[in-house]
């Protein structure tokens, strides 16, 4: 698990890629995302927005970039350790590697609807 900041990619390199959503596994890591929760809020950190990017390999290894609602969250430490221990869960998955950044900044709006609308937003 590491922390990824703008300065350790390329210049000029999107700081997060796209998902891979057409390997076998990508639904099964998406419904283990969601059973991770920000204990300070009530909805599942993949719905909240939290996760940017996951991508798997031919191999079946994760790569998970995430952020925090904030930097001053009291989860920081733990968050992608759980979220780490929920993907390892999926039958299939070799090995997961978290990588929490904080670029773009999360925000309300990148919550799904489905987040909004359990939160009271719509």
């Known amino acids: 698990m590491t922390e990824t900041t ?3 990619r390329l210049e000029g390199a999107p700081l997060i ?8 596994l990508h639904e099964a890591v998406v419904d283990a ?5 920000d204990p300070e809020i009530p909805v599942n950190i993949y719905d909240l ?3 940017y990017t996951i991508e798997l390999n031919a191999e079946n290894e994760a790569h998970v970039v995430m952020t925090l609602t904030a930097p001053g969250c009291p989860v920081a430490g733990e968050m992608p350790g759980w979220v ?7 039958p299939g998955i070799k090995t997961v590697d978290v990588d929490l950044t904080w ?3 999360w925000g309300m709006e990148m ?3 489905e987040a909004r609308l359990e939160l009271g937003f719509m």
């Open 84 to 90: 780490a221990d929920a993907v390892s869960s999926v």
């Open 33 to 37: 995302c969601r059973s991770v929760f």
């Open 6 to 8: 703008s300065a350790d």
């Open 49 to 51: 927005g939290l996760v």
């Open 103 to 105: 670029e773009p900044p």
């Open 111 to 113: 919550m799904s609807d």
């Open 17 to 24: 890629a796209p998902s891979t959503t057409d390997h076998p």
